[in-house]
């Protein structure tokens, strides 16, 4: 059995995400003296951009915010922590591996971060086929990808850096197809001079199996993955390999913000200059507030975290670096646009529920999400439909509804924890 | 969905309000007997969907065990022509005695369906602990129902409202007013059948504000699947002596294991709540009551919750009937907890009377006269 501690906690600052802008919002906060709580469902701090593992090389910019962390005592850390629910005012249940807990704040920087938009397509989920992220994610993780020939689809940068996280494991990246035009790519990569270490980023990355006007039309294989039909152009090309990795871009974590009443538009948690929600004394910043990149979300976490303690004039200093950014930002949301071609690219018999087995063709006459799911049992699994929720408003332009509690599975004595006694 | 225009002086031979699980067996008893049936829905979210789909034969009195029992047999005629997805199986039904008071209460439960005709049998706290081992250990006993069952009603209500296509026709439409046989829609349009049937649910008052039905809020949670270890559907006692006794909020114990493999847990009830929101201590209160009675709950993943609301009448009857002041106006609504499990006895009490045929029970307890008074004549 699980223990259920039942004292709660309570911090000055809570901050739900551990990435660059979670971290940056905490080192920012930090020196006021408050206390603060960090907590990340990952084993360690870093978020997906620098994820640690067996395989990872964390980049110096990491090690060292991930050093400073460790030397202010009001910072406490919760690694492999979730939130599964509001538990009345400025208080969420947490749970890690040991319990479930209530922590209280007085204010909250939401730094959630985004996840891959994994769309389906005929074969998308034999073995072998993962996000683009995801392989990145796994190789880091220790998986040995050594010799193997690997296929990277989708759109975006993350393409990129995919292929040079395998190419560096030893892998033969034989394509990496890029939905994107050749003019959009190049416009985006001319306008690049205005961020030098962009610029460089590019280069480096930069591989001859790239394609743009490329798109997967079909993972191949009976048991495994074995090949990939691809589009380039007006063409298509059959490919063997081993792995498929694919990634059309990322999606805002936005649930917790919504469930807490923050507005979302456009799929990203709505902020003014001062990073701040509708909420009072509840922020956000990084990619749950739109696709930034990590020197974005850097500059929106400092400044988060300054205004949360209090410093809105040292933020206000900051305003400058963030504009700057999010140039960079908006050229690449334009550039990397998605083509609607990728909307069908499912067959009537493919999968787009994978948690319960549910067809595109169970899903296409349906008029909502709401709809589909009661019919099919769609989005009722594990994942709660984060994966084909999101696919199906891309492919129907169904809007998933409200994150109801638990917001990730949790334990049942976890969600116990809500109880409050005759209180009610 | 019909693409032929509708007449505006005869849409159907009846119009049903509500595509719910009691529209659905309405609709379906009604084209059976040969009628055109024009079914509008609103598609918002409903008790069919939030609910448990808990087939289960209740007496709190003569006319609640009389319709239950009625309408539990005809979904067992049902049952070999329903499509695998309405995951229908007669798994029985176990209610828990935790003390001496809930003991007695399981025995005059067993007399009582047993002169009924009901199979069912007393099980000593032995026997409990064999057939549902998962069962914390010190319960007095259970009664064991066995013609008890479960259903997976929206897809159920779809299969009733598909399988007479030529003569179920369904339209996505939000009714707005009613009167009498004439039902006006949100695009403004008026139709007009010999009868309107209304079947909304918790929305009925919305249309016909003199129904005396209340909200009864409640919460439920599944979890992740799991190898079968509860084959029966479980019921604390305390649901009918103790805990949903009296007005305030109250959570039973109240748990299925469905075809899924996945743990279905109930119950909480709050009166006066029409938010629906999880409220995070109430789901919190259901889900410890549940884990004292099953110890090793607490380590499963829970991966849903959501709420539904009752719509309850004064006496838990539903009222079955043509409308004292609206002519044409046949109600069907006020079915409490047991929407699922009375939809196919509500549907063939509506038809006998809506085509005087004898009816196959007393028709006097579910007649909505009991609430609403009989016309004034001029």
Redesign the interface.
């Known amino acids: 059995?699980?223990v259920n501690a039942t004292t709660n906690e309570h911090v000055d600052l809570l901050i739900i995400g551990a990435g660059p802008a979670g971290m940056a919002a905490a080192l920012a906060a930090a020196p006021r003296g408050l206390s603060i709580a960090l907590l990340d469902d990952n084993p360690l701090p870093g978020g997906q951009i620098w994820r640690d593992g067996p395989n990872a090389q964390v980049p110096k910019q990491a090690q060292d915010m991930r050093g400073r962390l460790q030397g202010f005592s009001n910072i406490r850390l919760h690694s492999g922590c979730k939130v599964v629910?509001?538990?009345?005012a400025k208080r969420l249940?947490l749970e890690d591996a040991e319990r479930g807990w209530v922590l209280s704040y007085d204010s909250l920087i939401l730094c959630t971060g985004a996840r891959e938009r994994l769309l389906p397509f005929p074969g998308w989920t034999l073995p072998g086929v993962t996000g683009a992220g995801g392989l990145q994610a796994l190789i880091k993780g220790g998986l040995q990808v050594k010799d193997e020939r690997i296929v990277i689809a989708g759109t975006g940068p993350l393409l990129l850096a995919s292929s040079a996280t395998a190419q560096k494991h030893g892998a033969e990246v034989v394509r990496v197809a890029e939905q994107a035009s050749l003019s959009a790519v190049a416009g985006f990569a001319a306008g690049l001079w205005r961020w030098p270490n962009k610029a460089i980023q590019a280069i480096t990355l930069a591989s001859a199996a790239y394609r743009t006007s490329a798109h997967v039309l079909t993972a191949l294989g009976t048991d495994r993955l074995e090949g990939v039909r691809i589009q380039v152009g007006d063409k298509i090309e059959e490919l063997a390999c081993e792995r498929l990795a694919c990634g059309f871009s990322l999606v805002p974590n936005v649930e917790i913000a919504q469930a807490l009443g923050c507005t979302v538009r456009d799929q990203a948690v709505v902020v003014d200059e001062w990073q701040a929600t509708r909420l009072p004394d509840h922020f956000a910043a990084g990619e749950c507030t739109g696709f930034g990149g990590s020197e974005l979300a850097l500059v929106e976490g400092r400044i988060a975290g300054l205004v949360a303690v209090g410093e809105r004039e040292t933020a206000r200093g900051l305003w400058a670096e963030r504009l700057r950014w999010q140039g960079f930002a908006d050229r690449l949301n334009t550039a990397f646009s998605l083509n609607p071609a990728l909307k069908t690219l499912a067959a009537p018999e493919t999968l787009v529920c994978r948690c319960e087995d549910v067809r595109y063709a169970d899903l296409a006459g349906h008029?909502?999400w709401?709809?589909a799911k009661?019919?099919t049992r769609c989005g009722?699994?594990?994942c709660?439909g984060r994966i084909c929720g999101t696919a199906a408003q891309t492919l129907f332009g169904w809007e998933p509804p409200l994150l109801?509690?638990?917001f990730s599975?949790?334990?049942?004595?976890t969600?116990?924890?809500?109880?409050?006694?005759e209180?009610? | 969905m019909s693409e032929a225009p509708t007449l505006q002086g005869h849409a159907a031979d009846v119009i049903v309000i509500g595509g719910g699980i009691v529209g659905a067996a309405c609709a379906d008893e009604l084209a059976s007997q040969g009628l055109h049936v024009l079914v509008l829905d609103s598609?918002r979210?409903a008790a069919t969907?939030a609910g448990m789909g808990h087939l289960v034969v209740l007496d709190h009195s003569a006319a609640e065990l009389a319709l239950g029992e009625y309408s539990v047999r005809a979904w067992c005629e049902l049952a070999p022509q329903m499509p695998d997805d309405c995951a229908m199986r007669t798994n029985g039904t176990l209610w828990l005695a935790c003390n001496e008071e809930e003991m007695a209460e399981a025995e005059r439960k067993h007399a009582a369906l047993r002169e009924y005709g009901l199979a069912c049998e007393l099980l000593s706290g032995a026997e409990l602990a064999r057939a549902e081992p998962s069962l914390r250990s010190g319960l007095l006993g259970a009664l064991k129902v066995s013609g008890d069952g479960i259903l997976y009603a929206?897809?159920a209500a779809?299969w009733l409202l598909q399988r007479q296509s030529s003569r179920v026709v369904q339209r996505?439409a939000e009714v707005v007013e009613v009167q009498g046989n004439r039902v006006r829609l949100a695009s403004g349009e008026w139709l007009q059948a010999p009868a309107a049937v209304l079947a909304s649910g918790i929305y009925a008052r919305e249309l016909c504000p003199d129904l005396p039905l209340q909200a009864k809020k409640g919460h439920l949670?599944?979890?992740?699947r799991y190898p079968v270890q509860i084959t029966h559907t479980l019921v604390e006692l305390g649901y009918v002596t103790s805990a949903h006794k009296g007005n305030g909020?109250s959570v039973a114990f109240n748990v299925q294991q469905r075809p899924t493999g996945q743990l279905f847990?109930g119950s909480s009830r709050?009166f006066d709540n029409h938010d629906p929101?999880?409220?995070?201590?109430?789901?919190?209160?259901m889900?410890?009551r549940?884990?004292d009675f099953l110890p090793g709950?607490?380590?499963?993943?829970?991966?849903?919750?959501?709420t539904g609301f009752r719509s309850a009448s004064p006496d838990g009857q539903p009222l079955i009937g043509e409308h004292p002041h609206q002519p044409g106006l046949w109600l069907a609504v006020g079915h409490e907890g047991l929407g699922v499990t009375t939809a196919t006895g509500t549907a063939r009490l509506l038809a006998a009377q809506l085509l005087r045929t004898p009816p196959p029970l007393d028709l006097e307890p579910y007649l909505p006269q009991r609430f609403i008074g009989a016309r004034a004549h001029a």
């Open positions: 059995m699980t629910a509001l538990a009345g249940l008029g909502s709401t709809g009661l019919a009722m699994g594990a709660q109801r509690p638990p599975p949790a334990r049942i004595s969600l116990a924890c809500l109880d409050e006694g209180s009610v | 598609q979210p969907a929206p897809n779809r996505q949670l599944i979890t992740d909020p847990i709050q929101e999880v409220d995070a201590a109430m789901l919190g209160r889900l410890r549940a884990m709950l607490g380590d499963m993943t829970g991966l849903r919750s959501w």
